[in-house]
């Protein structure tokens, strides 16, 4: 008995307290909601990208709109870290309220709190380490991350929904009778002050993956996007895609076939004569770096007409690898972006000839796509009509 009225009295001291009330709790609401809707579209068009639905073909312009909405996603996952720490911190005491619900209304509001923090804390989790490279789990990421963030969604909708109004009165009542904080104790301002810093500290720190300007001041961004291979990081190397011997062999045909008038042989020095497009385009992650690099190569649009395509004839083109297994080893052209002039497949990037690890000899560069559809490596073009 004594035990519980000392937690009581603990909780009631703790409600008490500004960094606990819900004034901070809406503040610190609005915040997280801001986030979740950024990753959450963010995420939802990177879904969009690599599994597209037939209505929505994805656009190839502006060629660095993917470069922008992914580097905007890992971002703001990463910022949402420390305000979901500091929402959970500044909400807790609340858990020790008794009765714990007043009523079925009331019952049916916390309990769709459960899979909003459990989501919450699996997005990031989940993310967070896919970007690391840790994969702790035997699940498919992107699935999983995918299916949880709909839940998470719908759970948070709800949740606004039964906040909103006293949200808003936390916020509209700026004489809120125990806003004060005692002495030495940590105000909200303080508190909130503390949390935009954190949060503000690991965007700069992680931004550099994406943005030139803060590279030097990149400590959690899972890569250093100038280094790798001519300026470009490699994501997975030709020793690890197995391609190294059929990548280099002097036998090597690029093949374009399919729905086309006359199939096409290509060999890597008719490439490299044929390859007078230069496009300047990024190679922008799912994990959230990017790089922006000068590539030279053939137009598919031209690749087409070689293989006598009428240039007014929608087709999509599917873009195989050399490589034999594996998820990226191939990867779909909607009939936008084969016809885009800048779709091309490059043999050389920055002034170079391509590096094996870069796709050598020659590998799919196009505006607005994800990293996972840049196929290196390609040895075949496959037409089918749009
Ligand atoms: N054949 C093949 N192409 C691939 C991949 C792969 O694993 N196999 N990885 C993709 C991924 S995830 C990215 S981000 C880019 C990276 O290209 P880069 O290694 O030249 O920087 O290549 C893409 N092309
Ligand atoms: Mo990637």
Redesign the pocket.
């Known amino acids: 008995m004594k035990a519980l009225r000392a937690l009581e009295t603990a909780r009631d001291d703790a409600l008490r307290r500004p960094v606990h009330d819900a004034r901070t709790a809406a503040i610190l609401g609005i915040a997280l909601g801001v986030c979740f809707l950024i990753c959450f579209l963010t995420g939802f068009y990177s879904h969009l990208q690599q599994h597209p639905a037939g209505w929505l073909p994805i656009p190839p312009r502006p060629a660095s709109l993917y470069r922008v909405t992914q580097g905007l996603h890992v971002a703001t996952g990463f910022a949402t870290v420390p305000l979901l720490v500091a929402k959970l911190w500044s909400v807790y005491p609340r858990l020790f309220r008794w009765p714990p619900v007043s009523g079925a209304a009331h019952a049916a509001e916390r309990i769709m709190v459960l899979p909003l923090v459990c989501g919450a804390v699996f997005l990031l989790f989940s993310g967070v380490a896919n970007v690391s490279r840790w994969y702790p789990w035997g699940f498919y990421f992107p699935a999983a991350h995918y299916w949880v963030a709909w839940i998470t969604v719908g759970a948070l909708v709800a949740h606004i929904g039964a906040k909103a109004s006293a949200a808003r009165a936390a916020l509209t009542r700026p004489g809120h009778p125990v806003a004060a904080a005692a002495p030495g104790t940590l105000g909200r301002r303080g508190f909130l002050a503390a949390v935009g810093v954190a949060a503000g500290v690991v965007t700069v720190t992680t931004a550099g993956q994406t943005l030139p300007a803060l590279r030097p001041l990149t400590l959690f961004a899972q890569r250093r996007p100038d280094i790798?291979?001519q300026g470009?990081?490699?994501?997975?190397?030709a020793i690890?895609?197995g391609?190294v011997e059929t990548a280099s062999d002097p036998a090597f045909r690029l093949r374009i076939t399919g729905a086309v008038a006359r199939p096409v042989e290509l060999t890597a020095s008719d490439l490299d004569r044929l390859a007078r497009r230069e496009a300047e385009l990024p190679?922008?992650?799912?994990?959230g770096?990017s790089?922006s690099a000068c590539w030279r190569g053939v137009p598919v649009t031209e690749l087409l007409a070689a293989a006598g395509v009428a240039p007014d004839d929608d087709v999509d083109v599917r873009v195989e690898?050399?490589?034999a297994d594996?998820?990226?080893?191939?990867?779909e052209l909607n009939h936008l972006q084969a016809r885009d002039p800048d779709t091309m497949l490059a043999v050389a990037?920055n002034g170079e000839r391509l590096?094996l690890?870069?796709?050598y000899p020659c590998?799919?560069i196009g505006p607005n796509r994800?990293?996972?559809?840049?196929?290196?490596?390609?040895r075949e073009l496959v037409v089918t009509p749009a």
């Open positions: 790798g291979a470009v990081p490699v994501n997975r190397s690890q895609a391609v190679i922008a992650c799912v994990e770096w790089v690898s050399l490589q594996g998820r990226y080893r191939a990867s990037v590096d690890d870069h796709g590998r799919l994800a990293g996972v559809l840049q196929t290196k490596w390609v």
